[in-house]
């Protein structure tokens, strides 16, 4: 398996000003395939989707790009601007769009993916309709060959929230954040990319089930974390995949600063060859 590198960027929030995702951009030049985990436009406005297809096409035409919705882009519980957007951008349509609002996409043989797309209401996530898009997750997991499962999902789980205390509410809703973990848990070589929290990049490895939690801090600037008021450059997150390997790289996107660098070298990837 040769190494697969993918970009990671989250929580744009274009609103009309494009310098921080034009600087953010720059950064993704070498990469096959983009992800975007949610928080595209400030408000969900068709105009704001248009400007950010304008600048990702005059640099990536033809590239690869999935994404899932945030709150910004759901306002009121009705994500039709952001479904439009997606359509729009997605040059390599999803294998597999399911009608419960989530989607699959087999990369190559060793990586799928799988997008899931939260509703937001009174400052909480939910998924509708009883949670279809959780049960969708699950089938595609057991039923996926590939060595790797990265799943998309812009509010983070409560047990790797980076912002966690020992009395912080889940942002999803308690019974769906529950089950979402526990199908994690029961399954191994899951990377879990998340946003929303708009503080300093993280990364969580379960060393046990093989498991990465990777929760994106923002393009715009991100708080620090630990702190109420210091603040950071946004960044970008390049994510290189090979057979026994994930190399995580954090960027700060008006510098060269790393703010991330890890590489995890474990037997979880090659495991039941």
Known sequence: MMKTKIGVISDLHLFNKTANIEKALSK???????????DIADRADEKQYDIFLNLFDERFHNMPVYCVSG????????????????????????????????????????????????LYH?????????????????????????KYHIVMCHPPLI??????TADMASYIVAE???????????????????????????IEFDEARGNLYLNNGS???????GTETATQ????????????????????IHSEKL???????TDWSVENE
Do not use: M
């Not at 047990?159 to 966690?164: C, D, K, L, S």
């Not at 946004?234 to 790289?249: D, M, P």
């Open 28 to 38: 993704l030049h070498d990469v096959e395939l983009l992800l975007i985990v949610g």
């Open 219 to 225: 393009v715009c600037p991100t708080t620090v974390k």
């Open 159 to 164: 047990t790797h929230n980076p912002q966690r």
């Open 122 to 146: 009174q400052k909480q996530f939910f998924f509708p309709n009883k949670g279809v898009q959780i049960d969708f997750l699950q089938r595609r997991l057991d039923a996926s060959l590939c």
């Open 259 to 265: 703010l991330i660098k890890e590489h995890i070298t």
């Open 176 to 202: 769906q954040d529950t089950r979402l973990q526990k199908i994690i848990d029961e399954n191994k070589k899951v990377i879990f990319l998340s946003g929303h929290t708009h503080v300093s990049p993280s």
């Open 233 to 252: 450059q946004g960044n970008v997150t390049l994510l290189e995949i090979s057979k026994t390997e994930i190399s995580v790289i954090i960027k700060g």
């Open 71 to 118: 709150n910004h882009d759901n306002p009121a519980r009705d994500d039709t601007s952001y479904r439009q957007f997606e359509r729009r951008i997605n040059n390599e349509y999803p294998s597999i769009v399911d009608g419960c609002g989530a989607f699959y996409k087999y990369v190559n043989e060793h990586i799928d993916l799988i997008g899931l797309n939260p």
